[in-house]
Protein backbone atom coordinates (compact mmCIF):
# COMPACT_ATOMS: atom_id res chain seq x y z
CA UNK A 1 0.00 0.00 0.00
CA UNK A 2 1.38 3.53 -0.79
CA UNK A 3 -0.19 6.71 0.62
CA UNK A 4 1.11 9.92 -1.86
CA UNK A 5 0.80 13.43 0.16
CA UNK A 6 1.42 16.13 -2.25
CA UNK A 7 2.38 19.84 -1.42
CA UNK A 8 3.78 22.94 -3.47
CA UNK A 9 0.46 24.50 -5.43
CA UNK A 10 -0.68 27.77 -5.67
CA UNK A 11 -1.39 30.71 -7.30
CA UNK A 12 0.95 31.74 -9.25
CA UNK A 13 1.83 34.73 -12.33
CA UNK A 14 2.05 33.38 -15.88
CA UNK A 15 5.88 33.29 -16.91
CA UNK A 16 6.23 32.17 -13.18
CA UNK A 17 7.31 29.02 -11.64
CA UNK A 18 5.96 26.33 -9.02
CA UNK A 19 7.63 23.45 -7.65
CA UNK A 20 5.77 20.71 -6.74
CA UNK A 21 6.55 17.71 -4.44
CA UNK A 22 5.27 14.46 -3.32
CA UNK A 23 5.88 11.99 -0.90
CA UNK A 24 5.10 8.13 -0.22
CA UNK A 25 4.69 6.50 2.50
CA UNK A 26 3.28 3.52 3.67
CA UNK A 27 4.50 -0.37 2.63
CA UNK A 28 6.29 -0.96 -0.24
CA UNK A 29 9.04 -2.59 -1.91
CA UNK A 30 9.75 -0.11 -4.73
CA UNK A 31 8.05 3.02 -7.01
CA UNK A 32 8.58 2.17 -10.10
CA UNK A 33 7.37 4.88 -12.14
CA UNK A 34 6.56 8.27 -10.50
CA UNK A 35 4.13 10.95 -12.44
CA UNK A 36 2.34 13.93 -12.52
CA UNK A 37 -1.46 14.02 -14.25
CA UNK A 38 -3.24 17.18 -14.12
CA UNK A 39 -7.45 17.93 -14.58
CA UNK A 40 -8.77 21.24 -15.26
CA UNK A 41 -12.08 22.29 -15.41
CA UNK A 42 -14.34 20.20 -17.41
CA UNK A 43 -11.43 18.17 -19.04
CA UNK A 44 -10.26 14.70 -18.63
CA UNK A 45 -7.46 14.22 -16.93
CA UNK A 46 -4.10 14.02 -18.63
CA UNK A 47 -0.40 12.89 -18.26
CA UNK A 48 1.90 15.43 -17.97
CA UNK A 49 5.45 13.70 -16.39
CA UNK A 50 6.61 10.53 -15.85
CA UNK A 51 9.44 9.22 -14.52
CA UNK A 52 10.88 5.11 -13.85
CA UNK A 53 12.95 4.07 -11.62
CA UNK A 54 15.83 3.95 -13.97
CA UNK A 55 15.37 7.35 -14.44
CA UNK A 56 13.90 7.65 -17.86
CA UNK A 57 11.27 10.37 -18.28
CA UNK A 58 8.51 11.00 -20.32
CA UNK A 59 6.73 14.33 -20.55
CA UNK A 60 3.73 15.81 -22.69
CA UNK A 61 4.38 17.54 -25.19
CA UNK A 62 2.48 20.88 -23.98
CA UNK A 63 5.19 20.91 -21.13
CA UNK A 64 8.58 20.03 -22.67
CA UNK A 65 10.84 22.00 -21.98
CA UNK A 66 9.37 24.25 -19.36
CA UNK A 67 8.52 21.30 -16.58
CA UNK A 68 11.65 18.82 -15.43
CA UNK A 69 10.30 15.93 -13.21
CA UNK A 70 12.65 14.62 -10.92
CA UNK A 71 12.80 11.99 -8.45
CA UNK A 72 14.78 11.71 -4.63
CA UNK A 73 14.77 7.30 -4.08
CA UNK A 74 16.11 8.15 -0.80
CA UNK A 75 13.40 10.19 0.13
CA UNK A 76 10.40 8.38 -1.85
CA UNK A 77 9.77 11.23 -3.72
CA UNK A 78 8.97 13.00 -6.97
CA UNK A 79 9.59 16.71 -7.89
CA UNK A 80 7.39 18.25 -10.49
CA UNK A 81 9.79 21.92 -11.48
CA UNK A 82 7.28 23.67 -13.40
CA UNK A 83 8.60 27.27 -15.32
CA UNK A 84 7.35 29.68 -17.75
CA UNK A 85 3.74 28.78 -16.46
CA UNK A 86 1.17 29.45 -18.75
CA UNK A 87 -2.76 30.06 -18.08
CA UNK A 88 -3.29 26.74 -19.93
CA UNK A 89 -1.46 24.94 -16.97
CA UNK A 90 -4.78 25.98 -14.52
CA UNK A 91 -5.44 22.61 -13.06
CA UNK A 92 -5.29 20.24 -10.28
CA UNK A 93 -2.30 18.33 -10.50
CA UNK A 94 -2.06 14.93 -9.31
CA UNK A 95 0.61 12.65 -8.50
CA UNK A 96 0.84 8.75 -9.63
CA UNK A 97 2.47 5.92 -8.36
CA UNK A 98 2.33 3.26 -11.26
CA UNK A 99 3.96 -0.34 -9.64
CA UNK A 100 4.28 -2.97 -12.43
CA UNK A 101 3.85 -6.70 -12.06
CA UNK A 102 4.62 -7.43 -15.83
CA UNK A 103 4.70 -5.13 -18.62
CA UNK A 104 0.66 -4.91 -19.08
CA UNK A 105 -0.15 -5.33 -15.51
CA UNK A 106 0.07 -2.67 -12.82
CA UNK A 107 -1.92 -0.87 -10.17
CA UNK A 108 -1.86 3.24 -9.31
CA UNK A 109 -1.76 4.79 -6.38
CA UNK A 110 -2.56 8.70 -6.35
CA UNK A 111 -2.13 12.08 -4.09
CA UNK A 112 -5.12 13.99 -3.25
CA UNK A 113 -4.80 16.45 -5.73
CA UNK A 114 -3.02 19.82 -5.47
CA UNK A 115 -4.80 22.89 -7.44
CA UNK A 116 -2.23 24.63 -9.65
CA UNK A 117 -3.50 28.70 -10.84
CA UNK A 118 -1.77 30.67 -13.49
CA UNK A 119 -3.24 33.88 -13.27
CA UNK A 120 -2.14 38.03 -13.36
Known amino acids: QVQLVESGGGLVQPEGSLRLSCAASGSFFRLDSMGWYRQAPEKQRELVAS???????NYADSVKGRFTISRDNAKNTVYLQMTSLKPEDTAVYYCNVRNFWNPRSYIDYWGQGTQVTVSS
Open 51 to 57: IDSGGTT
